[in-house]
């Protein structure tokens, strides 16, 4: 099946501070989600984004199809930032997402 | 409904004893999912719905976990004989079809066994 990779595994930012998360995956990629899983656990949908760049407020994120790879921008973090953002990839015949290990981030007020 | 919903928010069962997990997905959409996540750990697949049909049962981990769904909407986990190894946050998704289209979770069922 497909390989998702994220990096980093960790990463803890002074508030204020920009990021960028990586995620590498294996194969053509007919969706690809962005998810940030807050401390009660919730999974919220940040970005549908199989290719092309989209922005949503002081997020943003491309994904290069072509080269197998997703990017995720933080700006000016926030504490309420803090958590684990998976990347989840449709990719090949499957029908469910496969999602990498996650990037565990730390906002530092 | 306006989201996915799962119910219970959190169970705690004894070691031995069967449990059923809900999930109530988003009104329209076709394809439901199970994913388990451990404590820490990633999302690990379980099961995935076309309408009714279970087309993908690959991923649950032992022959004490079912699942079925029923007029194409809501869904139940069954876990036969609960051991330890079951605790975990059970995750359920929904999405218009299967493949391409945006997936949604649900707030998931915590389950403990002791």
């Known amino acids: 099946g497909i390989q998702v990779e994220q990096s980093p595994p960790d990463l803890i930012l002074q508030e204020g501070a920009n990021s960028t998360l990586r995620c590498n995956f294996s194969?053509?990629?007919?969706?690809l989600q962005w998810f940030h899983q807050n401390p009660w656990g919730q999974l919220i949908n940040l970005f549908y984004?199989?290719?092309g760049t989209k922005q949503n407020g002081r997020l943003s994120a491309t994904t290069v199809a072509t080269e197998r790879y997703s990017l995720l921008y933080i700006s000016s973090s926030q504490t309420t930032d803090s958590g684990v953002y998976f990347c989840?990839?449709?990719?090949?015949?499957?029908?469910?997402?496969?999602f990498g290990s996650g990037t565990q981030l730390t906002v530092l007020p | 409904g306006a989201g996915v919903s799962q119910s219970p928010s959190n169970k705690v069962t004894e070691k031995g004893k069967d449990v059923e997990l809900r999930c109530d997905p988003i009104?329209?959409?076709?394809?439901l999912y199970w994913y388990r996540q451990s404590l820490g750990q990633g999302l690990e697949f379980l099961i995935y719905?076309?309408?009714?049909?279970?087309?993908?049962k690959s991923g649950l981990p032992s022959d004490r976990f079912s699942a079925e769904r029923t007029g194409g909407s809501v869904s139940t986990l069954t876990i036969q004989r609960t051991q330890q190894e079951d605790s975990a946050v059970y995750l359920c998704?929904?999405?218009?079809?299967?493949?391409?289209?945006?997936?949604?979770f649900g707030q998931g069922t915590r389950l403990t066994v002791v």
């Open positions: 998704a929904s999405s218009l079809t299967p493949g391409g289209t945006e997936a949604f």
């Open positions: 194969d053509s990629v007919n969706n």
């Open positions: 984004i199989p290719s």
């Open positions: 989840a990839i449709l990719g090949g015949s499957a029908r469910q997402l496969t």
């Open positions: 009104s329209g959409h076709t394809a």
């Open positions: 719905f076309q309408g009714n049909s279970a087309p993908d």
